[in-house]
Nanobody, 123 residues
Framework: QVQLLESGEGLVQPGGSLTLSCEAS????????MGWFRQAPGKEREFVAA????????YYSDSVKGRFSISKDDFKNAIYLHANSLKPEDTAVYYC????????????????WGQGTQVTVSS
């Protein structure tokens, strides 16, 4: 059974940094897209960033562009979200996702989801 295992949750001060990890496990994992979404209290789930193995491309939402970056490990089927210059509005539960999507920012197209990782940005 395919599972997405997340790690890296934490509390960080504004302007600080942290890295989230997501590793896929299970036979038959073939998803070419792995990405991150987040959901803050009282808000809807929103796209954060994603990596496309098919074209070796990365994508970022306007809200995190220039502050967050993605790296990936093809052998481990893993994706990492490097969050820098964090702001209080980045506080949310971050979810790793994987699938065969047409658009990286379309949550409904993803096949697998992680359990969520809490990121809190506060003084």
């Amino acid at each position: 059974q395919v599972q997405l295992l997340e790690s890296g949750e934490g509390l960080v001060q504004p302007g600080g940094s942290l890295t989230l990890s997501c590793e896929a496990s299970g036979r038959g994992f073939r998803s070419p897209i792995m990405g991150w979404f987040r959901q803050a209290p009282g808000k809807e789930r929103e796209f954060v960033a994603a990596a496309d193995w098919r074209c070796s491309s990365t994508y970022y939402s306007d809200s995190v562009k220039g502050r967050f970056s993605i790296s990936k490990d093809d052998f481990k089927n893993a994706i990492y979200l490097h969050a820098n210059s964090l702001k209080p509005e980045d506080t949310a539960v971050y979810y790793c996702a994987a699938g065969n999507t047409r658009y990286a920012d379309h949550a409904h197209e993803y096949d697998y989801w992680g359990q969520g990782t809490q990121v809190t940005v506060s003084s």
